[in-house]
């Protein structure tokens, strides 16, 4: 597995958006509000008119392997939108390996190299319920934006406390390879897989006794929910990556005869990399999506 923090430092110097987006400025409250105790602090941001009164939803960030929190927070410019779409955000780090890279223990595949057996699904779930307890938050809206070695971990948090997730958001991650090792222990969560055909380090296709490709890792969570995975909706394509010529990114959709809530979505980024330089729209349209689902 590649060094992600090098490489996500490298997308923002290279202007992660088009001129009107944030560009990888850091967006975050200093200092910022925590949960999650001494030993295991995770940063929060609230909207700066935060009105307790409300119910808000919930949006929690799992980083690449190697990565933090906050640094993919700021590259996928989530911090742009709390204010603007009255949300709480969760951005927390997973421990460190023996080589000092932060890791979240997902799947077999991805990515406790180091078999420290932590406690990953346990450590997220506590920071949700405190969150629950400590902000006005909407438990019928809660959802995960994994990367990476994150949306592996989105994965297991779907599979193992599904009645916390309302739905995720997997951008080049993938789930068990084995689909027994997923059993959530209430509904299905609903599920939309973003990934680059051009990813050199989670291949788009997937890699044989590891991990599923993109187009299986959607229809196993379109199955999961009832949905009918012979007949996806073609949705149109979109241009998320300025870098790549025209409407890069095509979106399918599989939402007939899906359980009542529950749906799955696959949009593919064509010739797109591991860590897509994306404009803003990127994290529009992805809490767009996730905001549409409830419980």
Request: hydrophobic share 40%; glycine share 10%.
């Amino acid at each position: 597995m590649k060094n992600l923090n090098s490489f996500l430092i490298l997308a923002m110097l290279l202007g992660c958006g088009d001129g009107d987006s944030a560009g990888g400025q850091d967006f975050s409250p200093d200092p910022p509000l925590v949960i999650g105790g001494d030993e295991r602090p995770a940063e929060v941001a609230i909207p700066t008119n935060y009105d307790p009164t409300v119910p808000h939803p919930l949006v929690m960030v799992l980083h690449g392997f190697s990565a933090n929190g906050l640094l993919e927070t700021t590259y996928l410019q989530l911090f742009n939108f709390v204010d603007e779409k009255q949300f709480v955000l969760i951005y927390p780090d997973g421990t460190l390996n023996d080589q000092d890279q932060r890791f979240w223990n997902a799947t077999a595949a991805c990515c406790d190299f180091s078999d420290s057996a932590v406690d990953d699904v346990g450590y997220l779930s506590g920071l949700i319920e405190e969150a629950e307890q400590t902000y006005n938050i909407d438990p019928k809206r809660v959802y995960l934006v994994g990367h990476s070695n994150g949306g592996f971990m989105s994965f297991r948090m779907a599979c193992e406390a599904s009645e916390l997730i309302t739905a995720i958001v997997s951008l080049a991650g993938s789930t068990f390879d084995d689909p027994a090792d997923c059993a959530p222990a209430t509904i299905p969560v609903s599920v939309l897989a973003v990934h680059g055909t051009a990813d050199g380090t989670i291949p788009y296709d997937g890699l044989p006794d590891l991990y599923p490709g993109a187009v299986e890792t959607a229809e196993r969570s379109a199955a999961a929910g009832g949905c009918d995975v012979g007949s996806p909706t073609d949705e149109g394509s979109v241009d998320l990556v300025p870098g790549i010529d025209g409407t890069e990114t095509d979106m399918v959709a599989y939402s007939t005869g899906c359980d009542e809530g529950i749906d799955a979505a696959l949009w593919t980024i064509n010739e797109g990399s591991h860590i897509p330089a994306f404009s803003t729209e990127f994290a529009d349209m992805t809490t767009d999506w996730l905001f549409g689902h409830s419980r």
